[in-house]
DNA sequence: ATATTTTTGGACATTCTTGTCTAAATTGTC
DNA sequence: GACAATTTAGACAAGAATGTCCAAAAATAT
């Protein structure tokens, strides 16, 4: 968690350092709190940082708080998109390997810390930073539905499943693979392990049961 | 919209139209700014009322607040629990019912300015008033999802559905119904009329292929 | 019409927060 | 070890919001 990556150009490494203390901490708080019960001194004493310093970096609570959504924002697509390139083109077994696939979304993407971070203030502050936020959306879920799509519809090719409209399959296995979870989700609570995976295979099942092939 | 109800006891008549009033424009408040950003003067201009009247009737912020996600949770499950009554028990067309259901059931208890705003405040102070969600949650949601999951098992009964677990397959349903929504009712806004029916008949479509009564 | 209750508008003290400034201390570089 | 940049702690001004108090005005009931 230090440093050790090549000196490029002369950083100040712990210049660098503090400022993603700074983001993180700014998260938590912004998550918590909501941007307008966010309170800076806090952000400063939750990072181990002067409230000056904070000042210094990012200048001003909103431009703190558009960086915070920016780099969360770009670390959940990345992960999402990660995520999507170990969908299972080539099944073995077709429903244990989406109930895996389904799993890793869960995890990775949406039960995590910043998964719950975007949601949260996605709902809270979309109307007051629209473009923000819709933004984010066109990067993230808007392609992501269609990659999804896309992959359905290479299984379907395959003959392995049969569907009509790949981009609808997509959004309801997400919508599906939250279903058990979602009361717990909007509460901003972690589901366990346990009942992601139940999650994930409820809904594997039902998919499989809609669009798979029949005997 | 004014009095017209049998005067019972002497209520001072706009007394408690103006606590209603309040409640309306707390709300609408609340669920704009949040909990923290919410202006107590801002309330009172929005209601028509003077500041110290919203502290007469109300005492402090936190009770206003508290006020208000009560009566806002009272109308939503009392809308979730009437919309159920008009679940499709003898369907006459069992697909065309089922959309039409999950239709009124968008409309009234998740597309309309209740559900946003519960949903928004759910999300946004669950974990600052966990009593006061969670018991939400245990009069609505988790009563739905076995109300709803018995009528299902009902048409299980009667041989138009094959089902395992009424529960779960009520929560996926319900999950389906608003998969095409999920991005837009993330951000706030209220879908069209078009898109709720659109949403509905992918639901039951898939609904029914998975679990419909195969030929 | 009168008496009572509620509402109003504004002044007010208090607290909290943001954002700036400055001098001292710490850190890292040469 | 000396020098430069960053960080720190604290003071500070300005503004905003909460909640209280009060006397005048309006509405309600008798």
Redesign the interface.
């Known amino acids: 968690m230090t440093t050790g990556i090549a000196p490029d150009i002369a950083l100040p490494r712990s210049h660098s350092a503090k400022r993603l203390c700074i983001i993180e901490a700014a998260a938590r708080v912004f998550c918590?709190?909501?941007?307008?019960?966010a309170n800076i001194d806090l952000i400063a004493a939750e990072a181990g940082v002067s409230r000056q310093t904070v000042y210094n970096h990012h200048g001003d609570k909103e431009k703190l708080f558009v960086a915070v959504v920016q780099d969360i924002s770009d670390r959940t697509n990345a992960a999402i998109f990660e995520t999507l390139s170990t969908f299972p083109d080539r099944p073995d077994d077709l429903e244990a390997d989406l109930v895996e696939f389904a799993v890793r979304l869960n995890r990775n993407c949406v039960c995590n810390s910043e998964g719950r971070f975007l949601?949260?203030l996605?709902?809270?502050e979309?109307?007051r930073y629209p473009e923000l936020?819709?933004g984010w959306?066109d990067q993230g879920?808007a392609k992501i539905w269609a990659a999804l799509g896309a992959r359905f519809a290479r299984l379907a090719h395959a003959g392995l499943i049969e569907i009509d409209e790949p981009d609808?399959v997509a959004?309801?296995f997400?919508?599906?693979i939250?279903?058990?979870l979602?009361?717990l989700l909007?509460?901003?609570r972690q589901p366990s392990e346990e009942q992601q995976r139940q999650s994930a295979q409820?809904?594997v099942r039902?998919?499989l049961?809609?669009?798979g092939k029949r005997p």
């Open positions: 918590r709190e909501g941007f307008a019960g949601r949260k996605l709902q809270a979309s109307d936020f819709s959306c879920p609808m959004r309801q997400l919508a599906l939250n279903a058990d979602q009361m909007q509460m901003g409820n809904a039902m998919f049961r809609a669009y």
